[in-house]
């Protein structure tokens, strides 16, 4: 009998030597494929990472401008409040400039049988109460106030001492501003 050759062998090792082939290609495929969705998943937790602090700093920025921005607002309340105080000192120097100038060129024009004895100021009125020595006297202050800068607002009593001497209590206001009496 004849003895069988097998011939196939070498299909046999030919097959198995493809499909170590395939094996090995698509094992290096799949690696390939892993690596790829590792790698992207890490690039993706790495983006979230800088999206999460650029969230952080932008919410650390917003909250810095929120404060510089309500510092800025306290800052220009307590200058408007600082402007508020100058100019009212200033009226007020103002006020006492144009009393002091008043009272100034009141007594200049004071004639001498007059003197006063109680000056009160008030805002824009001053009373001054006084003694002169005769009527004179007293309507000399009743006429010649506006020289000063004064306007006679109200006149109150005047009456006439045992003494001989006129007491009198008149009201005058700065300029033509009328003035009632406190």
């Known amino acids: 009998m004849n003895a069988l050759v097998n011939l196939l062998a070498w299909r046999e090792q030919r097959l198995t030597s493809r499909l170590r082939l395939w094996l090995i290609a698509l094992g290096g495929a799949s690696?390939?494929?892993?690596?790829?969705?590792?790698?992207?998943?890490?690039?993706?937790?790495?983006?979230?990472?800088?999206?999460?602090?650029?969230?952080?700093?932008?919410?650390?920025?917003?909250?810095?401008v929120e404060q510089l921005v309500a510092s800025a607002r306290e800052q220009e309340k307590?200058?408007?409040?600082?402007?508020?105080?100058v100019r009212q000192i200033q009226g007020r120097q103002a006020q006492t400039q144009r009393w002091s100038n008043a009272l100034l060129a009141l007594t200049q024009m004071l004639p001498p049988q007059v003197w006063l004895s109680t000056l009160?100021?008030?805002?824009?009125?001053?009373r001054v109460d006084g003694l002169s020595r005769d009527e004179a006297g007293v309507y000399a202050l009743h006429t010649h106030p506006s020289s000063a800068g004064l306007r006679l607002s109200h006149q109150g009593a005047i009456t006439r001492e045992r003494s001989g001497e006129w007491r009198f209590s008149l009201t005058f206001s700065i300029g033509g501003v009328h003035v009632v009496t406190p």
Do not use: P, T, Y
Request: hydrophobic share 50%; proline share 0%; charged share 20%.
């Open 78 to 85: 307590l200058l408007v409040s600082q402007r508020e105080g």
């Open 31 to 64: 690696c390939v494929v892993l690596f790829i969705v590792v790698w992207r998943s890490a690039a993706i937790v790495q983006q979230a990472q800088h999206q999460r602090l650029l969230a952080n700093n932008e919410r650390d920025i917003l909250h810095k």
């Open 120 to 126: 009160e100021i008030h805002k824009d009125a001053m």
